[in-house]
């Protein structure tokens, strides 16, 4: 019988690897796509936010990213000075700052329009089968977030539920 733990310590069992590997993956594919755009990642991520809900606060667009002002800030101001968005104060709050795509930010989702298939075609997977890697992916995101934001992941395992096995997840070990 395998040792569970010891399996768990191989690279290729860690979820996170996969997942860090996956994202220089998908980074790696995005980028010759978004380069005829004048765009990094992060501002096409931006800018997919914008063109569903223009006139967002910076704040609501950092929560959709999950990106902090400090990270979000320059983006901002990158993709201000490329001419695709402005900020503006909000007039009931002037604490707010809201962005609006200009004429040329909205004009770009057209041509970013080519990227998504490109992607799924890249993938080799169908549409709905991404629709739920993405689905699963989002739901494990807010377990392993809500798991850090309550510090879960430093106490002994919970009880296991259906189909997993329960293992103390704390790499803290008391040392003679």
């Known amino acids: 019988m395998p040792n569970v733990t010891t399996d ?3 690279l290729d069992h860690q979820v996170c690897f996969a997942l860090y590997s996956a994202s220089l993956a998908m ?17 096409y991520l931006a800018l997919l936010v914008l063109w ?27 993709l201000e000075a ?3 968005l402005r900020r503006e104060r909000d007039a009931e709050d002037e604490r707010r700052v809201r962005m609006y795509l200009t004429p040329a930010g909205r004009a770009l989702q057209a041509e970013a329009a080519t990227v998504p298939p490109c992607v799924v075609q890249a993938t080799a997977c169908s549409v709905p089968e991404l629709l739920a890697l993405t689905e699963e992916l989002g739901r494990l995101r807010d377990r392993v977030a809500a798991a850090t934001a309550a510090a879960a992941f430093l106490s002994p395992a919970a009880p296991a539920s259906a189909g997993t096995a329960s293992l103390p997840l704390s790499p803290k070990k008391e040392r003679p």
């Open 82 to 84: 490329a001419g695709l």
């Open 27 to 43: 980074t790696k594919l995005y980028k010759p796509l978004l380069d005829p755009l004048g765009l990094t990642y992060p501002q």
């Open 8 to 10: 768990l310590q191989q």
């Open 52 to 78: 569903q809900e223009d006139g967002l606060t910076v704040s609501g667009l950092g929560e959709r990213l999950r990106l902090d002002s400090g990270t979000l800030t320059p983006l901002l101001k990158r």
